[in-house]
């Protein structure tokens, strides 16, 4: 093993110039660092990340848990993350929590076992987890994403869902609809929540009575959209548009209308929250709600990145959200 010693022999200057380059404790001249640079390249020296945490308390990495690494929205988001932890000398591990609360306390004590040094969760359900709870009370750098925990006081990063609900109902509202059925996330979670009132909102300003018998709950994924989309179709009354509030529901919601024969927008018009790449390729292409998954990816780096250099504070971001008329 190539030590630092030997780095700083071949590069002509001391080892505490090595280590300064290595963790940026201290400023190095460019031209120092760039020579620096080349010699640990040239030599093939591996920073020894154990002895490093042990000495600086940091290990420059950050654990991001969320819901479904598969889906297109937290794909994205992580990506926002690891560039703008990238740009500043981070790196990341990610966790997929399934909504599986006991999954999330497994990976979140995992990350806090493997020191590092903060965490953005998208907690399941409503965030009441014990784990949850405790990475509150032991004041571990934390930022929210996409979701937020009930009554912990934490940086967060989230899209405008009410706003971006509200609008695209008004959208359908104009088009003439007065059933609306709406397919929800799960129960509990901020982001259903906040959808709903965004719903309701609209409703209530276009006095059209709302009917508990239009609201439907799926989850997150492609399959959950099915079953709340037969419910809908199974009433006496059924709706003449939906509002699906998550991508991967909106293709279940799709494809239940497509076997069961039924048209759209011709029998029923559909609008998503959550922009889908392959919206305007679908014939009508599809209206949808479209967040910027990236932007809260990278701003919730820059919120933790803050704390974890000593900025105190707990802020909670809002990023704007847009809607796409199509056809």
Request: aromatic share 4%; with cysteine.
């Amino acid at each position: 093993m190539v030590t630092i010693r030997e780095v700083a022999k071949r590069a002509g200057v001391s080892v505490a110039t090595v280590s300064h380059v290595i963790n940026g404790t201290r400023q190095v001249s460019p031209e120092t660092a760039a020579r620096v640079r080349r010699v640990m390249t040239e030599l093939d020296y591996q920073i020894n990340a154990v002895a490093q945490s042990l000495r600086t308390r940091a290990t420059r990495v950050i654990g991001v848990v969320v819901s479904d690494i598969t889906n297109p929205f937290f794909a994205v988001l992580v990506r926002g993350a690891e560039d703008a932890a990238h740009d500043e000398g981070y790196s990341l591990v990610v966790c997929n929590s399934d909504e599986d609360p006991a999954k999330e306390d497994l990976y979140v004590r995992t990350l806090r076992r493997r020191r590092t040094d903060g965490l953005l969760i998208a907690p399941t359900m409503d965030g009441s987890s014990p784990v949850i709870q405790e990475l509150a009370h032991q004041k571990i750098p934390l930022v929210f994403i996409d979701r937020k925990a009930r009554e912990v006081q934490a940086d967060a990063v989230l899209s405008d869902n009410i706003s971006g609900a509200y609008e695209a109902t008004k959208y359908l509202i104009r088009r003439g609809h007065t059933r609306i059925g709406i397919v929800l996330g799960i129960p509990g979670a901020t982001t259903t929540e906040e959808r709903y009132m965004g719903y309701r909102r609209a409703l209530d300003e276009s006095g059209i009575a709302p009917s508990a018998k239009l609201v439907v709950h799926g989850g997150y994924r492609m399959e959950k959209g099915s079953r709340p989309t037969q419910e809908l179709l199974a009433l006496d009354c059924p709706p003449t548009a939906i509002f699906s509030t998550n991508n991967l529901m909106t293709v279940g919601v799709l494809r239940e209308l497509a076997r069961s024969g039924i048209g759209v927008p011709k029998e029923v018009e559909v609008v998503s929250f959550d922009d889908l790449e392959w919206a305007e390729l679908l014939s009508p292409p599809i209206t949808t709600v479209a967040q910027d998954p990236y932007g809260i990816g990278h701003k919730a780096v820059e919120l933790l990145l803050k704390r974890l250099h000593g900025e105190s504070g707990c802020e909670e971001v809002r990023v704007p959200v847009a809607l796409r008329i199509r056809s």
